[in-house]
């Protein structure tokens, strides 16, 4: 399948836009390398939040109504700086970082995947216990967060019933979470449970609210395992 190029050449013209011209050029291979890495450096932005939100659960295991009133915190003050940016605000550091980690889909509206992403751990830490939420927390850090750069970077084989999700970002889904859960728990059944939990779910059309799809599924099954 051909990727193509708004710009063409043409003679005496180095570049014509789309509207001007009808012919088009084919992305080269060292153009897609150069689009793939800007890519994954946004999407390494991005999913470094993602990171991030692991530390809540030992955040958790010391005061658990600190976590969550930091992570709702976050959430609102988050919310709020969002909206300034929206309406033409510019808010210092926090307008920069959301405009490097925001995709294609996010121009010109709410970036709500940090929003989805605090809600999805607090939700997790309210409902389950410490071992069933920090398992659905770690599938979120670590799979998910390895699960989209391993796509943007390697991601060759899409079958359809990835929905446009990549085999090789699944891998790294199944792998990470299984990986992380291991070492939390060094239970061989719970660290599967939530890898195929995890890699299933993070297949699924959901956008950014796989952020609360994801742990919750993966502590919901690793609790019916352990409990």
């Known amino acids: 399948m051909w990727t193509w190029h708004g710009i063409c050449y043409v003679h005496g013209m180095e570049k014509v836009t789309l509207e001007k011209t009808a012919f088009l050029l084919p992305v080269t291979s060292i153009d897609r390398q150069t689009i793939t890495l800007a890519e994954a450096k946004s999407e390494a932005v991005r999913k470094s ?3 991030l939100i692991a530390v809540s659960p030992g955040m958790a295991a010391i005061s658990l109504p600190f976590t969550v009133l ?13 909206l300034l940016r929206f309406s033409g605000v510019k808010v210092p550091v926090v307008s920069a970082i959301t405009r490097m980690a925001s995709r294609e889909r996010d121009t010109g509206r709410f970036v ?18 410490l071992p069933a939420a920090t398992a659905g927390i770690f599938a979120l850090a670590f799979g998910d ?19 446009g999700k990549s085999v090789e970002g699944s891998l790294a889904c199944f792998v990470a979470t ?7 728990s060094q239970n061989h059944m719970v660290a599967l449970t939530a890898a195929f939990v995890a890699t299933a779910v993070e297949a699924l059309p959901l956008e950014d609210y796989d952020n609360i799809v ?14």
């Open 49 to 51: 939040l993602h990171l």
């Open 70 to 82: 930091s992570l709702l915190a976050g959430v609102i003050a988050y919310t709020c700086m969002e």
């Open 112 to 129: 709500v995947g940090p929003v989805t992403l605090g809600i999805g751990a607090m939700l997790a830490l309210l409902l389950f216990p």
């Open 145 to 163: 967060g390895f699960a989209s750069l391993a796509g943007r970077l390697f991601g060759r084989i899409r079958p359809a019933f990835l929905f």
């Open 178 to 184: 299984g990986f992380s859960v291991y070492l939390i």
């Open 214 to 227: 994801l742990p919750l599924a993966v502590g919901l099954a690793v609790q019916w395992v352990l409990f």
